[in-house]
């Protein structure tokens, strides 16, 4: 058998141990769904990952702790999925389209875990003032200048009207949280994407009707 040097040894151990934190992370994700954030025990998450407390604590100190690494984890998610539908967009208009889009499904597809989010809003929102947290905002603020760059792109094209760009940036992002919120933690069965093309066309012609 081939002997294996020190840098091998160590190349798997660091693969070891990342494989089990994110188990760990995908068995804390399924709990919550499952059973509620504040139902679910680390000694629960422990059992279910079949790991000692011991190893749980190792890279996770709480039960907040995980649920704000999970966050960050989506959001970071998030922001790729957005950052893919832009480059294959042509115009401002594509670009800001396929944000909306992305964020629908995103959000469609991981409805269970953001409800915590949504129904805990309040004790989130105190977590979110640690370190983790204000990475968290830090990822919220480029996207919002990611969006206020492509309107600005939208203005100078003469494809937008010329409102301030971060303004608006902030105007539709607050409006499309609010909207995805709001469907989060409702009972609707209704598919989050099916209500596209409401939100494109109330954004892009606004409440007015024909006169």
């Known amino acids: 058998m081939e002997n294996l ?15 089990r934190r994110q188990y760990i992370l ?4 399924r709990l919550f769904a499952q059973k509620g954030y504040h139902q679910t025990t680390m000694a629960e998450i422990a059992k279910a990952s079949e790991f000692g407390m011991a190893t749980i604590y ?21 922001l790729k999925l957005i950052k893919q539908a832009i480059e294959e967009a042509q115009t401002p208009l594509e670009k800001i389209k396929a944000i909306i889009q992305v964020k629908l499904k995103f959000f469609q597809k ?11 809003r309040q004790n989130i929102v105190v977590l979110l003032r640690e370190e983790l ?4 905002d830090e990822k919220y603020q480029e996207g919002l200048s990611t969006l206020a760059q492509i309107i600005e ?10 409102f301030p760009p ?17 469907w989060i933690k409702s009972e609707e069965e209704v598919q989050l994407t099916s209500k596209l093309p409401i939100i494109l ?8 009707g024909k006169i």
Do not use: P
């Open 5 to 19: 040097n020190s840098k091998d040894l160590l190349g798997r151990r660091e693969q070891e141990r990342r494989w």
């Open 26 to 29: 995908n068995v804390a994700e």
């Open 58 to 78: 190792q890279f996770f100190k709480s039960k907040d702790k995980i649920y704000l690494t999970l966050l960050h984890e989506k959001i970071d998610l998030l």
């Open 110 to 120: 991981n409805r269970d875990f953001f409800r915590i989010y949504a129904l805990h």
């Open 133 to 136: 947290g204000k990475k968290i």
């Open 153 to 162: 792109e939208g203005i100078s094209q003469g494809e937008f009207k010329r």
């Open 166 to 182: 971060k303004e608006m940036a902030v105007l539709i992002s607050g409006m499309i949280q609010a909207f995805i919120h709001e």
């Open 201 to 208: 066309d109330f954004l892009f012609y606004g409440l007015k």
